[in-house]
């Protein structure tokens, strides 16, 4: 008679190894190194990182804002009222918003400030001196002008 647990010759099913023996392969030498859990398999379909509508366009606003401001501005209430449609904040949008602003506030306050006296400056020196016929020194606005070194 057979025994139950031993298989017949011919049968194809494998014999259970010995005893004090393992059917599991042995594991790969770690040579010093830690041996870390392998990562999670990754998700197919799903992006790596879902992106907020216009941020790349807001941290391009906030760039340009030093230098372009009207266009920043314009860069910047674009990405601003996209990130807000997909319910995202855009920080960068904010910013250049606001450089934007305050920079083109700055530069009319100085464009009318300095620029116009200059330009009204001038007319007056040339005035002055056409009237003694670009000869000698004037005084115009309490400042002496030399009419030899304006052009006619």
């Given amino acids: 008679m057979t025994d139950p647990q031993t298989p017949a010759p011919g049968d194809g099913s494998v014999p259970p190894p010995p005893p004090g023996y393992s059917t599991t392969p042995p594991a790969a030498p ?3 190194q830690p041996q870390y859990a392998s990562a999670p ?15 790349t366009m807001g941290i391009v606003a906030f760039i340009l804002s030093f230098f372009v401001q009207l266009i920043a501005l314009i860069l910047g ?10 319910g995202h904040k855009n920080g960068w949008a ?3 918003i606001i450089i934007s602003a305050v920079l083109m506030v ?3 306050i100085l464009f ?8 009204t400056f001038s007319s007056e020196a040339l005035q002055a001196c056409q009237a003694v016929g670009f000869e000698g020194t004037v005084t115009v606005g309490g400042l002496p002008v ?7």
């Fill in 41 to 55: 398999a990754a998700s197919y379909g799903a992006p790596a990182s879902t992106s907020v509508p216009g941020r």
């Fill in 77 to 86: 209430i674009v990405a601003l009222v996209q990130s807000r449609k997909a």
């Fill in 106 to 108: 700055l530069g009319a």
């Fill in 146 to 152: 030399d009419c030899s070194n304006i052009n006619r």
């Fill in 94 to 96: 904010v910013a250049a």
């Fill in 112 to 119: 009318f400030a300095v620029v116009i006296p200059l330009i």
């Fill in 30 to 32: 770690s040579y010093g």
